[in-house]
């Protein structure tokens, strides 16, 4: 069994709160350089991790190193077959990861924008994108995106969106910055049923990727809502299950510390990726 965590109830109504919450956690991955779901303390390297969500070594070879911190919950930007000149758009880019693969699809003639609110990712970022012309961070929330109205070809988010309480106001901010017939690839956490107390009102479990998240009918209603069109599920898996050998340690330790197994939310918390487009 692990150690038992020093668990802190969170108010999930409290969205100030929530904010404060996931950038102090965030602030302390970018400055440590270690996440929730990479190095010793979960069972495997970021590269291990990053491979075994669907990266491509290829891909991960020519990152600066301290760009990948092992988070997220899939892959999405290999789903987005970007184009050389498109504008592009990265909802929580942390230390760069996507943000600068992206910045090589793209090229010269294309613009890659990061959208992160939390400082010290933003400064890791741009250091890893340090002589990169064609790419910049900046600082803001999901909710109100420092991005011109219908300005961007594609944007991403890879297990961000989750993290935010009010995600109907993050689909409409999507909508209103992509250009007409724009698209999106995400990767994120949804729900297929309800959780364990001890977890959903759980600070690290909210952090971890899983308290925040929705349940599937309310979440892809809203994006319907904000006039995000033809959704195409891509992947559609057991979130706990797929990050078994490099699973959110925080999850895990509150399930152990109040005697609930693996069996009993094993396909609740689901990863998927899904494809959406503006009409």
């Not at 979960?42 to 891909?59: F, H, I, P, Q, R």
């Not at 340090?130 to 803001?140: H, L, T």
């Amino acid at each position: 069994m692990r150690d038992k965590p020093l668990q802190t109830n969170l108010d999930p109504s409290d969205s100030e709160a929530v904010v404060r919450t996931v950038r102090e956690r965030y602030a302390g991955i970018a400055n440590t350089g270690s996440s929730c779901c990479g190095g010793s303390t979960c069972g495997g390297t970021a590269e291990a991790v990053a491979t075994n969500l669907g990266y491509e070594s290829v891909d991960l070879n020519l990152l600066p190193e301290g760009t990948n911190l092992g988070l997220g919950c899939g892959a999405p930007l290999q789903h987005l077959e970007l184009e050389e000149g498109e504008a592009f758009l990265d909802l929580g880019s942390g230390a760069g990861i996507d943000a600068l693969i992206a910045a090589q699809q793209v090229g010269l003639t294309g613009r890659v924008i990061g959208v992160d609110m939390t400082p010290a990712m933003l400064a890791k970022a741009r250091d890893n994108a340090a002589g990169q012309d064609n790419i910049e961070f900046r600082e803001g929330r999901l909710e109100e995106l420092p991005v011109n109205d219908a300005s961007v070809d594609a944007v991403t988010s890879n297990c961000v969106i989750n993290l935010v309480p009010d995600k109907a106001v993050v689909f409409r901010e999507i909508a209103r910055v992509l250009k007409p017939g724009g698209r999106m690839v995400i990767s994120d956490v949804i729900l297929d049923g309800e959780l364990p107390d001890a977890v959903s009102h759980d600070v690290l479990a909210y952090v971890g990727c899983v308290a925040g998240a929705e349940k599937r009918e309310s979440y892809f209603q809203k994006l319907a809502d904000a006039g995000l069109t033809d959704l195409e599920i891509l992947k559609d898996v057991d979130f706990l299950q797929m990050t078994e050998k490099a699973a959110p340690a925080e999850v895990l330790a509150i399930m152990d510390s109040a005697g609930i197994s693996r069996d009993d939310v094993m396909g609740i918390v689901r990863s998927v990726t899904y494809r959406a487009k503006k009409g």
